[in-house]
T-cell receptor, first 115, second 109 residues
């Protein structure tokens, strides 16, 4: 079945530690996105990529980094510079690049907690 | 002003009733409109999209778009307890998605 796989489902980060969230899709979608969801704040865009080897910052990119070396993969690293990383992280993809006609397909999410 | 505004609720309706969810957007250049359903602890799933003024029906769901008034709504007929979730409105403008904060719906058996 085609879809987006996020792993792990739950992740615990210690202070000062970098962690990487995985996102893989087999939908042959061009565009991929990372969102953060906090209670009462809706979805906030962290980074997005419309093509391999290219990505752009979203609204809240500080403290995060991404790579897009393969069409299928768009991992997100939460660095120690992100002071309040506890949140629900959602990866999404869309086709065509604009996502206008088909909307997003979301992964199942990763819940990150600072311990 | 936020790009997309939704009443956070909670909205409660009895089983079998019509649930009406509303969303307003700020930019007249917005092109496409989506409704997502999100169960607690889960990721959003697309349930409806609409591009043109008027109504679009899909089963128990009807999306309504009024570009002149800049609002989009979602009607759920014959509401079921399984419809209890948060409903996110999303608007696309210049290839960017803008999400509302969601409306929490509870359907009471």
């Amino acid at each position: 079945d085609g879809g987006i796989t996020q792993s792990p489902k739950y992740l615990f980060r210690k202070e000062g530690q970098n962690v990487t969230l995985s996102c893989e899709q087999n939908l042959n979608h061009d565009a991929m996105y990372w969102y953060r969801q906090d209670p009462g704040q809706g979805l906030r865009l962290i980074y997005y990529s419309q093509i391999v080897n290219d990505f752009q910052k979203g609204d809240i990119a500080e403290g995060y980094s991404v790579s897009r070396e393969k069409k299928e993969s768009f991992p997100l690293t939460v660095t120690s510079a992100q002071k309040n990383p506890t949140a629900f992280y959602l990866c999404a993809s869309s086709l065509p690049r604009t996502g206008v006609n088909y909307g997003y397909t979301f992964g199942s999410g990763t819940r990150l907690t600072v311990v | 002003q936020k790009e997309v505004e939704q009443n956070s609720g909670p909205l409660s309706v009895p089983e079998g009733a019509i649930a009406s969810l509303n969303c307003t957007y700020s930019d007249r250049g917005s092109q496409s409109f989506f409704w997502y359903r999100q169960y607690s602890g889960k990721s959003p799933e697309l349930i409806m999209f609409i591009y043109s003024n008027g109504d679009k029906e899909d089963g128990r769901f009807t999306a309504q778009l009024n570009k002149a008034s800049q609002y989009v709504s979602l009607l759920i007929r014959d509401s079921q307890p399984s419809d209890s979730a948060t409903y996110l409105c999303a608007v696309v403008r210049s290839s960017q998605f803008y999400f509302g904060t969601g409306t929490s719906l509870t359907v009471i058996p």
